[in-house]
């Protein structure tokens, strides 16, 4: 995992992101899939960034913080399996059926999309966000 440090050509606005290498960060920015947290927009780039050093101290409070985020991401998969329907690998065809046929449902819907059908959907106007999945078994 890698975290940079990532600034919005626009707003200029910084922000953090972790990516599994640096080639997929590039992946990412070249298929569009990064955009601005303050403004949406999709022109990012990373900034200049010291290393960090982790030391003790610093690998504990890692630790502290990446249990207070599976925490919070557990806390999300339970709101969304409360008030979402899953529709599992149909969530592409199932999201298009919502927006093109102004079908209302009581519930969202939520589910399984590749990386190609989250961009389609995005093309097409139809809004959608990709949330980490935590598993129960993890700590």
């Known amino acids: 995992m890698i975290k940079y440090?990532?600034?919005?050509?626009?707003?200029?606005?910084?922000?953090?992101?972790?990516f599994a290498s640096s080639k997929e960060f590039e992946k990412l920015k070249k298929n569009k899939y990064l955009n601005c947290t303050a403004c949406n927009s999709l022109n990012i780039d990373k900034s200049l960034m010291a290393p960090s050093i982790i030391n003790k101290k610093n690998y504990l409070k890692m630790q502290v913080k990446e249990k207070e985020i599976k925490n919070k991401l557990k806390e999300y998969k339970k709101f969304i399996k409360s008030n979402f329907e899953y529709v599992g690998k149909n969530f592409a065809y199932e999201a298009r059926t919502i927006h093109y046929n102004n079908k209302k449902s009581k519930k969202g819907i939520y589910g399984n999309a590749?990386?190609?059908?989250?961009?389609?959907?995005?093309?097409?106007?139809?809004?959608?966000?990709?949330?980490?999945?935590?598993?129960d078994e993890e700590n």
Request: with cysteine; proline share 3%.
């Open 5 to 18: 440090k990532l600034i919005c050509e626009d707003c200029s606005h910084i922000f953090d992101s972790w």
């Open 114 to 135: 590749s990386l190609k059908e989250i961009k389609e959907l995005k093309e097409e106007g139809i809004e959608t966000e990709v949330i980490p999945w935590v598993n």
